[in-house]
């Protein structure tokens, strides 16, 4: 039995800037972003035949093929992602694959992204491929999406699902660079809240719109990607000089620089949010992912988590036990 999990992951600054080509029209870009005990799972055994068994936990579905062939030509939309993935590999014989997430759908966590990086991770193993570095995964997963979603992708949700820590990866017309940091025990750990509005979001739907504006030449548009990518810039130099009480008012700033590439990454939901944890002694909010509903980030002191807990509860946001993990051993 192949057993994989991978974690999802919150994004600290600089998202939107890693799609191709946005990052270009600033000049190359900076994003930051943080694994969380938020996990996808897979689990992948061979059937002992040429059968087919797929169950989808999140689906509460199952479906069984005479074997790949077959399966591959089924036309449920269901199993786009796993046909997708799986055309990917020389596969001749039966398998019983098993996938789930424990990321709320539309939750702005990368909770498909992660996915995908399980799926790879355990058919690599079960194909003997051998191991595949961060770079090479992420460029096959975010094709594999951009297939499925018929929208353009951005990279940066993979590599914590590779690595696990806090990323740090730099976007240039030369490459992508990663740099993995440990945050674990950190005051980033400590001031974590994680809360879920209750409303999912589409995020290819968000940054396509950025996309298109930027490429239409929005004035307005690529001086707030500008600003986001100064802010991630700042926040990097923050991170490693560890001024840890300078990361609320950088959280703040993407917010506002954010909210200017559209409002629509904000929210009724968001704002409300907002205002009654920041009314209950938190610091600063950052939305995750490309907003309009799913999870946010919440800056808060030790001292008025619980404080903040109640508010967020008292209103019908769901608090999650997330935490940052530490890097991945593999």
């Known amino acids: 039995m192949i057993h994989i999990k991978s974690p999802t992951r919150v994004d600290l600054a600089g998202g939107t800037l890693d799609m191709w080509p946005l990052y270009n029209f600033v000049g190359g870009a900076t994003t930051i972003n943080l694994a969380i005990d938020i996990w996808t799972e897979v689990e992948l055994e061979a059937s002992g035949s040429s059968e087919i068994f797929i169950e989808s936990e999140d689906l509460k579905l199952k479906w069984k093929f005479a074997d790949v ?49 399980s799926m790879l991770k355990a058919f690599n193993e079960f194909t003997e491929q051998g191991h595949q570095d961060a770079h090479a995964m992420t460029h096959l997963a975010h094709n594999i999406e951009a297939e499925i979603l018929n929208t353009p992708t951005g990279t940066q949700d993979y590599y914590p699902a590779i690595s696990g820590g806090m990323n740090v990866i730099k976007f240039t017309s030369t490459g992508i660079n990663q740099k993995v940091i440990d945050v674990v025990g950190t005051p980033l750990e400590d001031h974590f809240l994680l809360v879920y509005t209750g409303k999912t979001h589409h995020s290819g739907l968000n940054n396509f719109e ?56 904000s929210s009724p939901e968001i704002e409300k949010l907002a205002k009654i944890s920041i009314g209950s002694g938190a610091l600063a909010i950052k939305i995750c992912g490309a907003g309009g509903g799913g999870c946010v980030l919440i800056w808060v002191p030790p001292a008025q988590r619980e404080k903040v807990m109640k508010a967020c509860q008292d209103e019908n946001f769901q608090c999650l036990s997330a935490k940052p993990i530490g890097p991945l051993n593999s």
């Open 69 to 117: 062939s077959s399966f591959l030509k089924t036309l449920d939309p269901k199993l786009s992602l796993y046909q997708k993935i799986i055309s990917k590999y020389e596969i001749s014989k039966g398998f019983n694959l098993k996938t789930s997430s424990q990321s709320p759908i539309g939750g702005g966590l990368g909770g498909s992204s992660s996915l995908v990086i």
């Open 210 to 265: 950025v996309l298109k504006s930027a490429v239409e030449g929005d004035f307005k548009v690529i001086t707030a990607l500008k600003k986001i990518k100064r802010i991630a810039e700042d926040m990097k130099i923050c991170l490693e000089n560890k001024n840890w009480s300078e990361l609320p008012l950088l959280f703040r700033q993407e917010y506002e620089a954010r909210i200017e590439l559209t409002p629509a990454f």
